[in-house]
């Protein structure tokens, strides 16, 4: 039998300075590798952020702007303070408490990719 061991989401990106902007100094992920303009190619890129890991690539035809993921989290409160701290011009999520007793901070990246970062309040 086969053994799986998790997925990594691809997010179609059109400007590489944007996304760093966005995903490195506001969310926090590190670079993990980039290929492209060096190699002519265009960008393809690897972030992480703890056990979360995306692709953001620059390939057309790998993926469709307008993505949408969910990131489960321990911490929404923090994480929400830490990103409204950074004053980012773009982005001023708030909290909201769903009918699934959820809570959650959704933020879009400059191109139109949406990440939710959700709590259950069981974890608490």
Not at 9 to 25: G, H, M, N, Q, T
Not at 53 to 78: F, K, M, N, S, W
Not at 86 to 104: A, H, M, Q
Request: charged content about 25%; hydrophobic content about 35%.
């Amino acid at each position: 039998m086969a053994v799986f061991h998790g997925i990594i989401p691809l997010f179609r990106i059109f400007d590489v300075e944007k996304a760093k902007s966005f995903y490195l100094d506001y969310l926090g992920f590190k670079l993990d590798w980039d290929q492209g303009p060096s190699e002519g190619l265009p960008t393809y890129m690897q972030i992480s952020l703890e056990t979360c890991t995306i692709h953001l690539t620059e390939h057309y035809g790998d993926c469709t702007p307008g993505a949408a993921i969910r990131i489960e989290v321990q911490g929404i409160e923090r994480l929400h303070a830490e990103l409204l701290g950074k004053n980012y011009l773009f982005s001023r999520p708030g909290i909201e408490v769903t009918p699934w007793d959820s809570r959650e901070v959704t933020v879009l990246d400059p191109f139109g990719n949406r990440i939710t970062f959700y709590e259950n309040d069981s974890i608490g």
